[in-house]
């Protein structure tokens, strides 16, 4: 991660993504009066599926497959903050079929 985030050390948090049916999940709960800046996002498939990182109800990027045991990242290699979350939103993360994707995601709330 990059040094952006280094700095950031002791405020940045994670969750465990574990989901597999076909909806949008709740990820990271929305924080009164914060928005979430996703840092890194990693994600395996245990087969094929489309995902769509939300913030809430709103699109990140389009659908993006992740192909069986294929490992997907979103790094904030740079210095440069991939998802910038709208204050008081959640983060979501839309599945379009029933196949288990687990992962992890790190952020921070500002």
Known sequence: M??????????????TINVATRATHAIIAAVTGKALHIHKLFLVAAGEVAVIPKDGT????????LIKGTPFVIDDN???MPMIGTPTTA????????????????????
């Open 58 to 65: 709103t699109a990140y990027t389009g659908a993006m497959t």
């Open 78 to 80: 740079n210095g440069q």
């Open 91 to 110: 983060f979501n993360l839309a599945l379009d079929a029933a196949v288990q994707v687990s992962g992890r995601v790190w952020y921070t709330e500002n």
């Open 2 to 15: 990059g040094n952006r985030l280094l700095s950031q050390r002791d405020d940045v948090k994670s969750a």
